[in-house]
């Protein structure tokens, strides 16, 4: 039940003076999510597979921008989906799916990130990476398909400045600030998956937002960026 290769976090376009990010996440659970967790738990297992399906590349992509490493965000999410089915019988479906996952992946990257012997360089690129010559790379896609040369290498430029700011917070306000700003969920909901208060998230987004401002402030300024 593996995390197939080949996709990374991807962002919407924006204009190449714009920071802004957004990401396309899957849909909010079904009943049809309902009905197949049922069926496993009925002993249908082989349809635990549907779900793999359907949200490895959210899984994935959660795992890559919170890690900055390819293949440390491949066994994360792998490590989620397994956790995930082991521990099915204890899912209430009250919630979302993908909110309980989320959870899960979220867990398994701060196992990943206390363990590792030094963080990767998190650095970014505009486009499709190659897993085997792009690790360690956050990719924050800000690329204006409509920019001529000097503008699209202001955007790798951009891309490149503020992945590197947000591989520089701490995991909770870098958890934060993504789930919420790269990967648009709602603030309960990231407060549901990091499971604190929705205050917590809150001071966690406007620092993690402070901080970001701050390290790109002189950068932006000289650029003539700004954020929205």
Not at 114 to 143: M, S, W, Y
Request: net charge negative; proline share 4%.
């Amino acid at each position: 039940m593996g995390v197939s290769d080949g996709h990374v976090l991807e962002s919407g376009n924006t204009t190449s003076k714009t920071a802004a990010w957004s990401v396309i996440l899957p849909p909010a659970m079904a009943g049809s999510d309902a009905q197949i967790i049922q069926a496993v738990l009925d002993g249908d297992v082989e349809r635990y597979a549907e779900l793999v399906d359907k949200y490895q590349d959210a899984a994935l992509k959660l795992a890559f921008s919170l890690l900055g490493n390819y293949e440390d965000a491949k066994d994360a999410s792998q490590e989620a989906f397994l956790s995930a089915y082991q521990s099915l019988g204890r899912f209430r479906g009250g919630a979302r799916f993908s909110t309980w996952l989320y959870r899960i992946v979220v867990n398994e990257c701060k196992d990943v990130y206390k363990h590792r012997a030094r963080q990767p360089a998190v650095v970014a690129t505009v486009g499709a990476p190659d897993p085997e010559t792009d690790e360690g790379c956050l990719f924050i896609d800000v690329e204006d398909t409509a920019a001529g040369p000097s503008e699209q290498l202001e955007d790798r430029e951009l891309a490149h400045q503020l992945s590197t700011a947000i591989g520089r917070l701490p995991m909770k306000q870098r958890t934060a600030f993504l789930l919420h700003h790269v990967h648009g969920l709602a603030l309960d909901e990231v407060a549901e998956i990091m499971r604190c208060r929705l205050g917590t998230v809150k001071s966690h987004v406007f620092r993690a937002t402070e901080c970001l401002r701050g390290q790109l402030a002189p950068w932006m300024k000289k650029e003539g960026i700004s954020w929205t």
